[in-house]
């Protein structure tokens, strides 16, 4: 049973540039998140995307965009990238849901993305 | 902000049990108490959750208090593997797909 992946594992890339992260999701899983880590800190919720429509989203910048496709693949586009864009990009596979009256929704992560901005 | 304090860092001899504490003292009725670890740059790896009732799994024990403002996770035979950030998370699940808010975490050393 794969887990969930990550590509690529190192990214380096200067000010102003774009970048894409990609995530495939543990199997059977369909809703796919991500976070930034920031060195020292605790990772930090992006957004979230469930039937290829982002759910929810957290305190960042229209820079920040995503998409999700049919195969519950994802990926996490950054825009006009800042020196404070370096950081550990994660993904979180889920799938919301009860089994036997208990929930499912454990959200398990990837390897993560190590981007440097310089 | 994370809705939980935990200590910054505890130590732990190789083979003794590690207790990690949490506190959660503004919790609600339909929250979860999650706890991850992460390994030096890896993705966090999950390891428990509960309710209000104790839980245990082949990793840990979850050990939450009666009135749900406090937990410990237990790893009972700590190994030099299991050194690492320790997050305890409070998050609500209904169904949906509430995110993770991650504070500082606890580092738990355990030594040789």
């Known amino acids: 049973d794969a887990g969930v992946t990550q590509s690529p594992t190192h990214l380096i890339k200067t000010r102003g540039q774009q970048v894409t992260l990609r995530c495939s999701p543990k199997?059977?899983?369909?809703?796919v998140s991500w976070y930034q880590q920031a060195l020292g800190q605790g990772p930090q919720f992006i957004f979230q995307?469930?039937?290829?429509?982002?759910?929810q989203r957290g305190n960042f910048p229209d820079r920040f965009s995503g998409h999700q496709f049919p195969n519950y693949s994802s990926e996490l586009n950054v825009n006009a990238l800042l020196l404070g864009d370096s950081a550990l990009y994660l993904c979180a596979s889920s799938l919301p849901g009860l089994a036997g009256g208990r929930s499912t929704d454990t959200q398990y992560f990837g390897p993560g993305t190590r981007l440097t901005v310089l | 902000d994370a809705k939980t304090t935990q200590p910054p860092s505890m130590d732990c001899a190789e083979g003794r049990a590690a207790n990690l504490p949490c506190n959660h003292s503004?919790?609600?009725?339909?929250?979860?108490v999650y706890w991850y670890r992460q390994i030096h740059s890896q993705g966090p790896q999950y390891i428990i959750h509960?309710?209000?009732n104790n839980e245990t799994n082949e990793m840990a024990s979850l050990i939450i208090t009666e009135d749900r403002k406090s937990s410990t996770l237990i790893l009972p035979h700590a190994t030099l593997r299991d050194t690492a950030v320790y997050y305890c998370?409070?998050?609500?699940?209904?169904?949906?797909?509430?995110?993770?808010?991650f504070g500082k975490g606890t580092k738990l050393t355990v030594n040789p």
């Open positions: 509960g309710l209000k």
């Open positions: 998370i409070v998050r609500a699940t209904q169904g949906g797909s509430e995110k993770l808010v």
């Open positions: 199997s059977g899983h369909d809703t």
């Open positions: 995307y469930y039937e290829e429509e982002e759910r």
């Open positions: 503004t919790i609600s009725g339909n929250e979860y």
